[in-house]
């Protein structure tokens, strides 16, 4: 069932088998006047409502006022606006400008530019105490520990990709991600499939709010799907672009797995995220992590065509035919890693189910367990099951539906579903209720142009999939 509900110039916005999509063409400002016109009423519900409820989430975190946590996100915004890159700015003066067409006044184009830094300060003070936003451009010691009530410490994604004689069939590159967060008030609501038919570059899809230009990645015309994880460091700062900035600009312009590798370590960059970026057409994959000073690449292992990654940095020398930078040892003080100066005291440290503060670290074992059992059969079924499982690899449990982990580190399964938390806001005062799951999952044969999307629950997964192709909706 097809509902087309509002239309402007070249833009549409839809709802189709339940998924919201709003589809946009044309120059960066073109683009932005059509999303912000056409989103109008979402986003004036919407954005202020949710910087708001991520103030809460970081003033709980980090055990400042309400007041101070907003005044840290308007320094953070200070700090990253001058590395917004050109087109993505004037994207978002065209959300401004169309939301002014459409007689909305508020948000203006400074909360906008906020508001598309939100995820971004969020990994930040996921773990603070290193980046000091009133004294931007002062590079602080990293003093350690995760104050609060560590919620946004199970904030993480994962992903993983296939082709060849791993994925079976026609040896088609298939592309899994979850995208997992937390369901501020409104956020489950305004979950929006992007398809971008851009000027000046490759069309692509990916998955936004209204008033966001992006937020963690999609696939393009060219066979690109990529995808990102909280993969923290402890080179972190918003002096920086930040991860839907990139993530849109990769979309736009990469065609191969080196290009991609190029936008995302020649720009400047905020926070520590792995880049999972798969090539349909070249039949290839590899993981970019990457820190505000660091980036490493980490391919497949020998003889695989399959790579996966999670929310724990994998790019330790000798691990999974990983040479390079050990970016594990930027991680460990941020996860209070007990040993790493070996691969067996590293991942018995990661196993540790006292261990609060690493998140999901389960995931990444398990993705193993479950490519090597599909091997040779990952088609959008088994693809659709190894998204939606709930298997401790470390326990052995089967974590039941809509039943909370018991922490970062313990039951805490590819499919997300962390414990329910309680904030409160200032100014005015309410108090609410949030908890981080799985937001929406994707499956996608690049190259072919179809994919399937989960965004109809929390976690997605239990919403069931529905199947799109961009070739057609472009």
């Known amino acids: 069932m097809n509902s087309v509900k509002r239309s402007h110039d070249r833009g549409i916005f839809s709802i189709k088998k339940n998924v919201k999509i709003l589809k946009v063409e044309g120059s960066p400002h ?240 905020c926070t520590g995220i792995a880049y999972h970026v798969a090539d349909a057409k070249a039949l290839g994959a590899a993981v970019i992590e990457v820190s505000s000073e660091k980036a490493t690449i980490r391919l497949p292992e020998k003889n695989s065509s399959c790579l996966w990654t999670s929310n724990h940095s994998n790019s330790y020398p000798g691990w999974i035919n990983y040479s390079g930078y050990n970016m594990v040892n930027d991680q460990a003080p941020v996860y209070e890693l007990e040993s790493f100066s070996t691969i067996a005291e590293w991942q018995n440290s990661l196993r540790n189910p006292e261990n609060l503060y690493v998140a999901a670290p389960s995931r990444f074992g398990r993705y193993r367990t479950l490519l090597n059992e599909y091997r040779g059969n990952i088609g959008i079924d088994n693809a659709i099951a190894i998204l939606g499982d709930r298997l401790d690899a470390y326990s052995g449990e089967v974590r039941a539906k809509y039943t909370p982990s018991t922490s970062n580190n313990v039951l805490a399964t590819i499919c997300a579903f962390y414990p329910e938390d309680k904030f409160f806001e200032d100014e005015p005062a309410r108090a609410f209720t949030a908890h981080v799951a799985n937001l929406w999952s994707l499956v996608i044969y690049p190259e072919k142009g179809d994919f399937w999307i989960a965004a109809n629950d929390f976690p997605a997964q239990y919403g069931g999939y529905e199947h799109f192709n961009l070739f057609e909706e472009l």
């Open 30 to 269: 073109m683009r932005g006047f059509q999303h912000g016109y056409l989103l109008a009423p979402e986003i004036k519900k919407l954005v202020h409502g949710v910087l708001d409820g991520a103030a809460a989430v970081i003033a709980k975190t980090i055990h400042c006022t309400f007041r101070e946590a907003k005044e840290r996100m308007d320094l953070g915004l200070k700090a990253a606006e001058p590395f917004f890159p050109a087109d993505i700015k004037e994207e978002i003066k065209g959300i401004s400008s169309g939301l002014l067409k459409a007689g909305v006044t508020e948000p203006d184009f400074r909360t906008l530019l906020l508001w598309n830094t939100m995820y971004d300060q969020w990994c930040i003070y996921a773990h603070p105490k290193h980046w000091d936003p009133f004294n931007p451009g002062i590079k602080a010691e990293y003093k350690g520990g995760m104050p609060g009530t560590r919620v946004l410490g199970g904030t993480g994604c994962s992903s993983f990709s296939a082709w060849g004689e791993a994925a079976g069939g026609d040896g088609s590159l298939i592309f899994g991600k979850n995208m997992d967060n937390l369901n501020l008030p409104g956020v489950t609501d305004n979950r929006i499939l992007l398809i971008v038919n851009p000027d000046d570059g490759y069309s692509h899809a990916c998955m936004t709010h209204p008033g966001m230009a992006g937020i963690d990645g999609g696939f393009n015309e060219k066979g690109i799907s990529m995808m990102t994880q909280f993969n923290p460091s402890i080179h972190e700062t918003m002096e920086g672009c930040g991860i839907g900035t990139l993530s849109r600009t990769l979309l736009k312009s990469a065609e191969s797995i080196t290009e991609a590798h190029e936008i995302l370590t020649k720009n400047p960059r």
